[in-house]
T-cell receptor, first 115, second 114 residues
Framework: AQSVTQLGSHVSVSEGALVLLRCNYS??????LFWYVQYPNQGLQLLLK??????LVKGINGFEAEFKKSETSFHLTKPSAHMSDAAEYFC?????????????FGSGTRLSIRP | ETGVTQSPTHLIKTRGQQVTLRCSSQ?????VSWYQQALGQGPQFIFQ???????GRGNFPPRFSGLQFPNYSSELNVNALELDDSALYLC???FGSGGGDTQYFGPGTRLTVL
């Protein structure tokens, strides 16, 4: 069965610092991988999606993630944090070729930005 | 282009009651998925509808049921509400039901069961 583990329920960085949110996945078949962001009292917004076309995926708002099969990881990074990046971030997995696009979400990482 | 919308925004019910939540898909999308997000947790897949048929279900009891209409809007019905049903319910639409199809989420309905 597929699953996602997000390391660190809360990450705090200074404005302008590197953001690194960690995600490891478990899947017996090639997965699709996603990062979603959720601002307070809002739904989920897709940041980026890995579909096997390229291991380095660029998303919106300056975020990117690298798929590393050997490490079963899909960590999210941003070179310079902005105050507006404060939110909850979810890593998620879905299965290649599955008949239903069921997405399995991690438990989330809350990102705080210090002035 | 209109995004995914959900109604109502907030809802308060008492234990044992029934509730219906509504979702309008993004224009051109034929697939709707529903998720339950308990406080402090990631969303959990409830079920998916593709062209008006249930097309996959998560680990939720039968008192969670749904419908998809010809215009691809959808309802989530929950019978015999329990306190643990208190959560944010998210609807997501996509064009296609495959594993890689991008799902676009609505703002959610916050359900409180007293």
């Amino acid at each position: 069965a597929q699953s996602v583990t997000q390391l660190g329920s809360h990450v705090s960085v200074s404005e302008g610092a590197l953001v690194l949110l960690r995600c490891n996945y478990s899947s017996s078949v090639p997965p699709y991988l996603f990062w979603y962001v959720q601002y307070p009292n809002q739904g989920l917004q897709l940041l980026l999606k890995y579909t096997s076309a390229a291991t380095l995926v660029k998303g919106i708002n300056g975020f990117e993630a690298e798929f590393k099969k050997s490490e079963t990881s899909f960590h999210l990074t941003k070179p310079s944090a902005h105050m507006s990046d404060a939110a909850e971030y979810f890593c998620a997995v879905s299965l290649l070729g599955s008949s239903a696009s069921k997405i399995i979400f991690g438990s989330g990482t809350r990102l705080s930005i210090r002035p | 282009e209109t995004g995914v919308t959900q109604s109502p925004t907030h809802l308060i019910k008492t234990r044992g009651q029934q509730v219906t939540l509504r979702c309008s898909s993004q224009s051109g999308h034929n697939t709707v998925s529903w998720y339950q997000q308990a406080l402090g947790q990631g969303p959990q897949f409830i079920f998916q509808y593709y062209r008006e048929e249930e097309n996959g279900r998560g680990n939720f009891p039968p008192r969670f049921s749904g419908l998809q209409f010809p215009n691809y809007s959808s309802e989530l019905n929950v019978n015999a509400l329990e306190l643990d049903d208190s959560a944010l319910y998210l609807c997501a639409s996509s064009f296609g039901s495959g594993g890689g199809d991008t799902q676009y989420f609505g703002p959610g309905t916050r359900l409180t069961v007293l």
